[in-house]
């Protein structure tokens, strides 16, 4: 079997499951802002959310690349993959840097579904996109670290077992390099909830499950260290490679799925007696916005294959994520316009997908953090910041 007919049976498989959960099943959930556990449990037992965790481990070792496909069809199908993605690539700083101890401990549990691990806790209110300058901190007690701070934006803490918390472990001040003193811990939430560990949720314009946590004296055991103590600025950075890759492809799906139901419509709303879609001020706007997605989906799998053959993908997982938020959002707006006024009623779904498509210009990284990034590292300007 070559490669492309492996893909196209896993978008047939995602497209199957997905049909299962329609536009009403995720509106009745995004009325109540309700957590779709019926979807997220069907991605589970279909073992999607496993695709890049090795056979060794329960999972099925595949590429990033197929992964992408899968996020992107989910997308695509008009679900809502948000409810569950992290599960898919927060383990990849487990897999990467954690003990043999560990991965044998976590990743068959994490691969089944049995064991959650949803929740990335880097974020803070205080510190905003200047990861270096968080403030939680984890002071090592004996056979324990005990923790203190707060984390803001920590989407389904309350739907995951584990978290994976960035915390700093050596004060700013004392570290050679900026990059160093911040370590990540694998922190068993169940037993955290309530004995140091509160989470409040956050009720944002999508239905999202995102919330606060705060820390107080948690202790947490040493072994919950991932890697050197010091060094958890790097681990998260590959991390986040995977995820802005996995993501660009979500947006990519969603381009496809706003395309799709506005081409859908333009040919069948008659005004002034003839198909919307015969006005090339209709087509021309769904055209555009076809470009932009096609030019998007070739920068994903182009990152995504440096990922899988071991290169850097740093400034191609960056430019993926930019390009396909960029053309996710260009798509929705096109797609409201193409509605009309029934851009703005629930029963189409459009006004929903606009709104969870809004997100991914500003997380989970923004815009212009990606735009210095590659003036900086690519181009070699000055430093801004
Ligand atoms: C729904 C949702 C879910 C999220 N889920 C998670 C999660 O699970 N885990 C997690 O850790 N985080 C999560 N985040 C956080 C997300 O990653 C951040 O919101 C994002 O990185 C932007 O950071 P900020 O909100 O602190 O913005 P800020 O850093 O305050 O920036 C505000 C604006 O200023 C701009 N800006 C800042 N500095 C500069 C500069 N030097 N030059 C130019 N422009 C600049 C930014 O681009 C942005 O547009 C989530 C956020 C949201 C909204």
């Known amino acids: 079997m070559t490669e492309n007919e492996d893909m196209a049976e896993i978008r047939r498989a995602v497209q199957a499951l997905c049909a299962d959960f329609p536009g009403e099943y995720w509106r009745d959930k995004d009325r109540d802002r309700a957590y779709p556990a019926e979807f997220v449990d069907a991605l589970t037992r279909s073992g999607f959310l496993a695709a890049l965790i090795p056979p060794e481990y329960g999972g099925s070792g595949l590429k990033l690349d197929a992964a992408a496909v899968i996020m992107e069809e989910i997308q695509a ?3 809502n993959g948000a409810s569950a993605h992290a599960q898919m690539y927060i383990m990849n700083t487990l897999l990467r840097y954690g003990s043999a101890e560990q991965k044998q401990r976590y990743l068959p549990g994490i691969a089944s579904g049995e064991l959650r691990l949803q929740a990335f806790g880097v974020s803070e209110p205080t510190s905003g996109t200047d990861t270096l300058s968080l403030r939680t901190v984890a002071v090592r007690d004996g056979d324990h670290y005990v923790v203190n701070g707060q984390k803001i934006w920590t989407s389904r803490a309350e739907y995951s077992d584990l978290m994976l918390l960035l915390a700093r472990t050596t004060p700013r001040d004392a570290v050679a390099k900026r990059t160093e003193g911040l370590s990540i811990f694998l922190v068993d939430m169940r037993e955290a909830v309530g004995k140091g560990m509160t989470i409040k949720p956050i009720r944002t314009m ?4 995102t919330t606060e946590v705060f820390f107080d004296d948690m202790r947490i055991p040493a072994s919950a260290l991932i890697g050197e103590e010091g060094q958890g600025f790097r681990y998260i950075l590959s991390g986040m490679n995977a995820e802005r890759i996995l993501i660009a492809s979500e947006c990519v799906g969603d381009a496809k799925w706003f ?8 040919r069948e709303r008659k005004v ?3 198909a919307i879609g015969q006005n090339q001020g209709i087509q021309f706007p769904i055209a555009r916005a076809y470009a932009q997605m096609r030019a998007a989906e070739l920068m994903v799998h182009h990152a995504a294959q440096v990922y899988d053959s071991g290169g850097n993908p740093g400034a191609e997982a960056n430019m993926a994520k930019l390009l396909a938020s960029e053309a996710s959002w260009a798509a929705a707006d096109m797609c409201v316009q193409t509605f009309g006024g029934f851009g703005f009623a629930e029963e189409y779904d459009v006004e ?7 997100l991914y210009t500003v997380a989970p990284i923004s815009t212009n953090l990606i735009l210095s990034y590659l003036a900086e590292h690519v181009l070699g300007l ?3 910041y």
């Open 272 to 274: 002034f007696g003839r």
């Open 77 to 79: 199908s008009g679900c």
């Open 352 to 358: 929903r997908k606009f709104r969870e498509a809004r």
């Open 206 to 209: 999508m239905n999202h499950s």
């Open 382 to 384: 000055p430093r801004s």
């Open 259 to 266: 395309i799709a139901r506005a081409s859908d419509y333009a």
